[in-house]
């Protein structure tokens, strides 16, 4: 708080002591005299704090912002710690797409974004926003947001950092009245599911918001049969097409969007840095393979004869880990110009398999089928796309030899997504200003200290670059560890998230 609303706070305790000496003489006299003593201290505590309360100062721009840490650190790292103890699960942390646990963050961070001074609602695709107007209702708005939902034995940062950070910051505009001050509208989004754990479909929230979500997705089910739509219906939302099309957010509304996101790698802490500005987020597909031969006896069915999906299923695995690791060794001289000479070739393109099953699944059974996921990601789309096709093809040729049936379907598609430079230079600006005012970051150099990282994880940035331009922010975590319980997240680091976001929105 500023001290000017400090001091007028102390004036309308000091107002309180006379009214009430006024006008309550007997209550005063029946609950002794040290009420007023009382009542006048604490006027002069908040002028005191009100002097000694530490100060944002950017030169650059003379803008003023008080630190807040109350706020930007304390209070967020606790609704954080709240959100970590919502779980579908009773010994680890997991809340897929409309789950109860979903359901019920959603309705806390609603909460919260009321406390913010924010107006809320819940889509029809169960995202939740939180709206000021600012001093111009009619202009472009600007939208921050993340995730609710986590991954299956999930940290508590990844996705809740941005939603809390983004309250946060405007928690404390509307505490120094200036939320009402914002050159533009600014909402806040809480998107329902990011992960896509629960139907395999990533995005399902802000691709809503960005219209490109087909709606032919509510038709597609989750391991018990259960659809999107159905799942929406269940939690009293319409689960149609026109519903899904009318989320679709009009570009000419939207000025620009922002995430905060853990790094969920370990460059910033290589770095001794709090903050990174992302320039870029790595294109990836998902992919769902089914292999069908023929069930049959351990004991009984010699090895010449099988038709088992499971060494199949091993020898492809093992033919896309050295894909992925060696590309150009799959590659003509042309390829290797035409996609190295963008600057893939420091081993940065992963594939993982994080997800195998069989039927029936029994230890004395051959199995009759093996389904895995593959997931690959990459800097340039035209390397993904090679990588796909080449293993598609050894797929095809390892199935064909050994007489089974093999099926691969694309689950998920995002191209590379380049941040734009304006939001860059934005978020590069506050991080900066940032890291020099608080305390224990004050050794922090210059410009340099906030390192420009290309992501290899995939966020909703990437589903709302189709609708507007995008910037996103990492904050540092302990060991580059994240999708994990040991995913973890500095408090300092956690202010100086928020204090960025406090200065970016009162500077666009």
């Not at 997705?217 to 899904?244: M, W």
């Not at 594939?351 to 593959?374: K, L, M, Y």
Request: charged fraction near 20%; charge should be negative; proline fraction near 4%.
């Amino acid at each position: 708080m500023h001290a000017e609303n400090l001091e007028a706070c102390s004036c309308k305790i000091l107002r309180l002591c006379m009214h009430h000496r006024l006008n309550n003489n007997k209550s005063f006299a029946a609950m002794g005299r040290s009420l007023p003593v009382v009542l006048y201290l604490l006027s002069f505590a908040v002028i005191i704090a009100a002097i000694s309360l530490p100060e944002w100062n950017n030169q650059e721009t003379g803008l003023k912002i008080d630190l807040f840490s109350p706020i930007l650190r304390d209070e967020a790292v606790l609704r954080i710690n709240q959100l970590g103890k919502i779980s579908d699960a009773e010994k680890h942390l997991q809340r897929t797409f409309l789950s109860a646990a979903a359901i019920k963050a959603g309705n806390l961070i609603e909460e919260w974004m009321q406390d913010a001074g924010l107006r809320t609602w819940t889509d029809n695709m169960g995202n939740v926003h939180g709206l000021t107007d600012g001093a111009n209702a009619s202009a472009p708005k600007l939208l921050i947001g993340s995730h609710l939902d986590t991954v299956v034995d999930a940290g508590m940062y990844d996705g809740s950092l941005g939603i809390i950070c983004a309250l946060a910051a405007l928690k404390a505009l509307r505490i120094s009245g200036k939320l009402e001050e914002l050159p533009r509208p600014v909402e806040v989004i809480a998107f329902s599911d990011e992960e896509g754990v629960r139907f395999h479909s990533t995005f399902l929230g802000s691709s809503a918001i960005a219209g490109i979500l087909p709606a032919d997705i509510l038709h597609i089910s989750d391991k018990s049969g259960f659809t999107v739509q159905d799942a929406l219906k269940a939690n009293d939302f319409d689960g149609t097409e026109e519903s899904l099309l009318q989320l679709k957010y009009d570009p000419l509304s939207v000025w620009g969007y922002i995430e905060v996101h853990i790094e969920q790698g370990p460059v910033l802490e290589a770095h001794g840095v709090p903050l990174g500005v992302v320039v870029g987020i790595a294109g990836q597909t998902r992919l769902k393979v089914t292999l069908k031969g023929s069930q049959g006896h351990a004991g009984t069915v010699p090895m010449s004869m099988r038709r088992d999906p499971m060494p199949a299923a091993a020898e492809g695995i093992v033919f896309l880990e050295k894909l992925c690791k060696y590309p150009e060794e799959h590659l003509t001289e042309d390829g290797k110009d035409n996609l190295f000479g963008m600057g893939d070739s420091d081993g940065s393109t992963v594939c993982t398999v994080g997800e195998i099953a069989t039927w029936p699944s029994a230890s004395n059974v051959i199995p009759g089928q093996v389904t895995f996921t593959v997931d690959i990601r990459a800097r340039v789309d035209a390397l993904r796309e090679f990588i796909i096709s080449e293993f598609k093809d050894k797929l095809y040729e390892i199935c064909d030899k050994r007489s089974l049936s093999c099926s691969i379907e694309r689950k998920n598609d995002a191209s590379v997504v380049d941040c734009h430079s304006d939001m860059n230079f934005r978020l590069h600006n506050a991080a900066r200003i940032a890291m020099q005012n608080l305390p224990l970051l004050q050794t922090c150099k210059a410009s340099d200290d906030v390192p420009m990282l290309m992501s290899g994880a995939g966020h909703d940035a990437m589903a709302l670059s189709h609708l507007t331009k995008v910037g996103m922010l990492f904050v540092r975590c302990t060991g580059g560890i994240s999708h994990s319980p040991a995913e973890h997240v500095l408090e300092d680091d956690i202010w100086a998230a928020s204090l960025s976001l406090l200065a970016f929105v009162q500077e666009m």
